[in-house]
């Protein structure tokens, strides 16, 4: 039985873990944060739930269908969204008709985003074979197969292979912080082609509108990209399926201004975005609950153009949505090319 150790429990990182796992691996899946799911990612809070990461996904792949439909109980977690309702707005908040998208099927996950992958990490769990909070900081290599030093100083050893399944970033600084063999990854220099840019996400709840007996507030439609210099991406939360009712919205500035802002302190690109919000949907009350989030790594501009990365002689794999795109969709397709590679 090969022993095998996956860094990162994202899309990429539980799908490859499910198939290596089924295959008749032994998996141990190690991730920094305290669950499943990376930026499929959802903030509980006491106004309710936010998807602050992905805000919805496609289907196009047709691997990506089959585990959706097959894998038990995942099609009571997918729910369609009605984003054919997306609007795309000038920086003024009119709608620009001309530019509707594709009327294709947009999805999410329920009760919150991060459900679909914390429903397919549930057998790993169950086997505890998941360590949670669990921050891999270098990788060994001894007679008897890779070992893991964790950030609490924890090591684990024993792994004929290694799964790395983080952003690229991540990935790079890893591999060469491990000096000699790690840092001898064959495609390693490849990584320094990737461009992913940040994303800065406000999050807001506006519990007096529920409470004046109004079941929204502002604009009809509850989902809109914008070409407003600040903001790329605006939601209504509480109209995703299975979701609370409490008026909430989601809104994504662009890669550009993220990156412009990238160090600002959270107090000033919380009211600059707000700003511009108001502008956007024109809804100028003031919320109950205002928080910013900030990912480093969030959309890929530039991806590596390979499905994956696996040195055979070193027995080291590397995946993730930045090796094909930007989506759910790209995460899973590389997490499975990458385990079956690894089956060959
Ligand atoms: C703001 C935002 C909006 C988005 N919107 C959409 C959208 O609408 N539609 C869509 O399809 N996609 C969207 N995406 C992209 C989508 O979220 C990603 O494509 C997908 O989730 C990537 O999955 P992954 O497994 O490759 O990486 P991740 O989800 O990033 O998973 C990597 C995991 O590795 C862990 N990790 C990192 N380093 C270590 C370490 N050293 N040790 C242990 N664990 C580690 C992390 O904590 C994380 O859980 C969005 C992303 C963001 C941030």
Known sequence: MKNTAVIGAGMAGITAARTLLKAGHRVTIFEKSHGAGGRMASRNTPYGSFDHGTQYFTVRNPDFLKALSEVPGTQAVCRAWSANAVRVLDPLGRVIEAALPTREPHFVASPGMNALVRHWALPLEEASRVHYQTQVQFLKRHAKGWELVCADGAKHGGFDNVVLAIPHVQADYLLRQSGAPAAGFKGLKALAEVQVAPCWTLMLAYPL?????????????????????RIAWLSRESSKPGRASLERWTVQASAEWSQEH?????????????????????????????????????????????????DASLKLGVCGDWLLGHRVEDAFVSGLGLSLAMLD
């Open 209 to 229: 509108v529920n409470q004046s007996g109004l079941s929204h507030l502002g604009p009809q439609w509850n989902a809109a990209r914008s070409v407003h210099h």
């Open 262 to 310: 990238l160090e600002d302190d959270e107090e000033r690109v919380q009211a600059k975005l707000l700003k511009a919000f108001a502008e956007l949907t024109g809804i100028r009350a003031e919320p109950g609950f205002a928080q910013v989030h900030r990912w480093r790594y969030a959309k890929t501009l530039q991806p590596l153009g390979q499905n994956h990365l696996w």
